[in-house]
């Protein structure tokens, strides 16, 4: 069985869509926490604010399970359950075509819990202003959306190696 750095296909597989999975949960907990910091200030101040608050606070959650729907598009796509000898190219492949999903998902999920702490704060003074503050975390929410795409799309085109 071929291998590369001592993985084989299998590995290099699940190496990719493990990070994608971790990588989204960690910028998630980091963009939530820092969002949660600024949430809970204007809470203790106004806490008639709490939906508003809770949905600017929740944005950057969403990486993390786009991380696990990369892990899960992994393990069916390549049925690595029932095929533990995965060839090693595909393996390669999988691994780097979870690359722009695991780094969007961090790097998006950070800074989309960034912008949500100045939309709480936008919504702390002007709770009219609602629906403007929540598009400037959306325009974040976009980039990792479209790491998932490209993900999607050269898990399509790996999957084709088979």
């Not at 606070?57 to 696990?68: D, K, N, V």
Request: charged letters at 5%; a neutral charge; proline letters at 4%.
């Amino acid at each position: 069985m071929e291998t590369l750095l001592g993985l084989k296909g299998l590995h290099w597989a699940l190496l990719g869509g493990g990070l994608a999975a971790a990588l989204g949960a960690v910028g998630s907990s980091i963009g939530v926490a820092n969002a949660s910091k600024v949430g809970q200030g204007v809470l203790a101040e106004d806490p008639d604010k709490f939906g508003s608050v809770l949905i600017l606070t929740s944005l950057p959650g969403t990486q993390g399970f786009y991380g696990f729907i990369v892990a899960l598009l992994v393990y069916v796509l390549f049925g690595l359950s029932s095929n533990p000898n995965l060839p090693l190219n595909a393996g390669i492949a999988v691994f780097f075509a979870c690359l722009p999903a695991a780094i969007g998902f961090v790097v998006s999920a950070i800074f989309q819990g960034t912008s949500s702490q100045a939309a709480i704060l936008l919504i702390s003074r002007q709770p009219e202003q609602i629906g403007k503050a929540l598009i400037f975390p959306a325009l974040v929410e976009t980039y990792a959306v479209t790491s998932l795409v490209v993900t999607v799309f050269f898990l399509l085109v790996a999957r084709a190696l088979l």
